[in-house]
């Protein structure tokens, strides 16, 4: 047996195989063929498991995000049946006399260049899908099945790091838990973990040869397990049915009130980073959506996702939670969140960088689109919506000017829309400092704990290093969370937190006594987060 430490997080007990996550890297060398006729061959026949393997997609995407979430990988696999994508590859095999690889990746690469040189915005969009079509095909070329998880059971992952795009086009139902050797607990990989409920460690070293073997992962101390010995794999077996009847006694919680013992009630809302998410919110007996990260909708898509795709995102949140408040923030990317198709520059200091509401105010096409795809499915139920970033009273005006020409937009179109509260996050130390002019300006704040402690004790979120001096229980992160619900109040808006430090019940009843109105947390510790609650007597 072989014992590796790391830091957990996300707790939780995880028994299975190991599979080893390997990015996407495909080197294409040019070679000269005699044998043409073979290389035409060897394209067609890739071209068509391309196809096939797009379609598997399509269906699995149509079961967990449904129509709009699942279309990218029909037009996907239209465009491989595009007669210039076919013919530019043929022509290069036949006069050329080059390897289908690197007919594939010239003409892919040629193609998408002159896609994002195009005017029309739409097309522009295509550039990276003819990229991702021909990377398919390369794969399916050299007999890869691309990146990922190559195992059909599921299984622990370990990965030398998971971008937060790699982690949701993860096939969840084969991860039982994630090991990395980087990252941070503060990044937004682990907060994917904690919304999908999986045990997870970050900083644990690992060999390749572990891959396929039998592991335990203890979420709880931070350890994994290899080939366990009789006696370890018999005490976690039994560890694991504890703590699935632990959250079996949590779920009778479901139904109850938000209520201390004396009678003051709180709204106790849940984060989610998209459609498939909201399983895991009702399950866990959420009262609404207090953060919808909409930035995963771009993540996991090849291109700028349009105004009906997004439309169909947030109508289908939206119905789903029937009735229930949906607050959407505005893209939120930069940072840690990159998105290819956006071509921002690499910069020395991205999370002070440009992101969030920054690129929003720029790129109006962007953000427009954004707005006229919320406010379109407001007309279904109950949302607001959020601006992150903010750090002055011009940036909540501006985003403000844009929300009313949308409506305009809309009202002039015959489009029906609801009433939206306008909110903004309060994750940067100015907007904390001139929460009392801010406040003016919106009908409510929420926290953003993750940023707002980075920001405040100057700690990158993700450098691993600075991973035990990150302290969100600082001094001065609470003053400022005292000072942000009381000027909030004095003003009439409601506040909340929605940054992973809501969830921690060390300090729920510093919340309630501090006046929050909102704790808005994963879904998987929403009734952990109740059942505190309802323990606590505040007079
Ligand atoms: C935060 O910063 O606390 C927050 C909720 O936003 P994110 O974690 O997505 O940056
Ligand atoms: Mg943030």
Not at 40 to 49: C, D, G, M, V
Not at 134 to 141: F, Q
Request: glycine share 8%; net charge negative.
């Amino acid at each position: 047996m072989e014992v590796s430490s790391g830091k957990s997080v996300y707790g939780g007990i995880a028994v299975g195989r190991i599979c080893i996550f390997h990015k996407e890297e495909s080197q294409v060398k040019r070679e000269t063929v005699s044998d043409t006729d073979r290389e035409l061959a060897r394209f067609e026949h890739a071209r068509e498991s391309a196809k096939k393997q797009l379609h598997g997609l399509y269906e699995k995407a149509l079961q967990e995000v449904g129509e709009s979430g699942a279309m990218i990988f029909e037009v996907h696999q239209m465009m491989l049946d595009d007669m210039d994508f076919i013919e530019s590859v043929t022509n290069m095999i036949k006069t050329q006399k080059v390897n289908a690889e690197f007919a594939v990746a010239t003409t892919g690469d040629h193609l998408s260049q002159v896609f994002a040189a195009m005017e029309d915005a739409y097309m522009r969009e295509r550039a990276a899908d003819l990229k991702d079509i021909s990377n398919r095909v390369i794969m399916a070329l050299q007999g890869r099945e691309g990146a990922g998880i190559h195992s059909t059971e599921p299984s622990i992952i370990l990965a030398e790091d998971l971008a937060p795009s790699e982690t949701v086009q993860l096939d969840k139902s084969k991860v039982l838990a994630f090991v990395t050797r980087l990252g941070s607990t503060n990044s937004h990989t682990a907060i994917l973990a904690r919304t999908m409920s999986i045990p997870a460690l970050i900083g644990v070293d690992y060999k390749e040869d572990m891959d396929g073997k039998m592991a335990v992962v203890d979420g709880f101390k931070g350890e994994l397990y290899v080939e366990p010995d009789e006696e370890t794999l018999t005490k976690y077996e039994k560890q694991k049915a504890e703590e699935d009847e632990k959250r079996r006694l949590l779920f009778d919680l479901r139904g109850h009130e938000d209520i201390t013992k004396d009678g003051r009630k709180i709204n106790l809302y849940a984060n989610i980073g998209g459609v498939k998410d909201v399983a895991s919110v009702l399950a866990n007996d959420a009262s609404g959506i207090g953060l919808f990260r909409s930035e995963f909708l771009y993540l996991e898509s090849s291109g700028y996702p349009g105004e009906e795709e997004q439309f169909q995102a947030y109508k289908t949140v939206v119905e789903t939670m029937a009735g229930k408040k949906v607050i959407i923030r505005t893209l939120d990317i930069g940072a840690d969140k990159q998105v290819d198709y956006f071509k921002l520059d690499k910069e020395e200091n991205p999370a002070m960088g440009y992101r969030a509401i920054r690129i929003c105010l720029d790129r109006q096409d962007v953000f427009k689109t954004q707005l006229r795809a919320i406010f379109r499915a407001s007309h279904y139920g109950s949302v607001s919506i959020m601006f992150p970033m903010i750090i002055s009273v011009p940036e909540v005006h501006q985003a403000k000017e844009l929300v009313e020409e949308v409506k305009n937009e809309l009202r002039a179109q015959g489009i029906p829309f609801g009433d939206v509260e306008i909110g903004i996050m309060i994750e940067t130390p100015a907007a904390a400092v001139i929460s009392d002019l801010l406040a003016k300006e919106v009908d409510f704040f929420s926290v953003g704990t993750n940023d707002l402690t980075q920001y405040t004790l100057a700690i990158d979120r993700q450098n691993p290093k600075l991973d035990n001096i990150y302290d969100a229980h600082h001094e001065a992160v609470l003053r400022m969370l005292q000072n942000i619900v009381d000027n909030g109040h004095k003003e009439g808006c409601w506040v909340g937190i929605c940054g992973e430090l809501g969830a921690d019940t060390e300090l729920t009843e510093t919340f309630l006594r501090m006046g929050f109105d909102e704790l808005s947390v994963s879904p998987s510790m929403v009734l952990p987060v109740r059942a505190k609650i309802r323990s606590i007597t505040l007079q």
